[in-house]
């Protein structure tokens, strides 16, 4: 399966960009296909690019459509959504307070997913019914 990451930044070692490292890892791991699109680029960006991982910021340097777009935070997640206006996607909160991680309601996002309770029950608040059953 070929799975976009998104991310606001992959330029330190914060939360987001070791969970998209270590997915990134464990998925290739499973024989999928990573890619990791983040606007702001960095020395994490780099380590993902020595163990060969595909990272961009600019979207129309990929090829080929990924089969699901795994999202963190709202605006690298709706550029790639746009981006590719068939993929679906999944959205993972994982703050909830910061501005950067408003959950976002879109069609194509079928699944809302959260890191702990505080994000779930943002996600809700935010979102209401169109977020579903948001599970942890």
Known sequence: M????????????????IVVRDLTRA???SGH????????LGCMA????????V????????TDAPDIIHGHHHQPLME??????????IYLGHDAVLPVDEPCAFPRIRKYLAVDERCRDRVKRVLGDVAGDVEI
């Open 2 to 17: 070929k799975i976009l990451l998104t991310n606001a930044i992959l330029n330190g070692f914060t939360g987001t960009e």
């Open 27 to 29: 998925l290739a791991r």
């Open 33 to 40: 296909h990573a890619t990791i699109y983040s606007p702001r």
């Open 46 to 53: 780099d380590e993902m690019r020595s163990a060969g991982v």
């Open 55 to 62: 990272v961009t910021d600019d979207l129309f340097s990929l």
């Open 80 to 89: 790639a959504l746009l981006h590719f206006p068939t993929t679906p996607a």
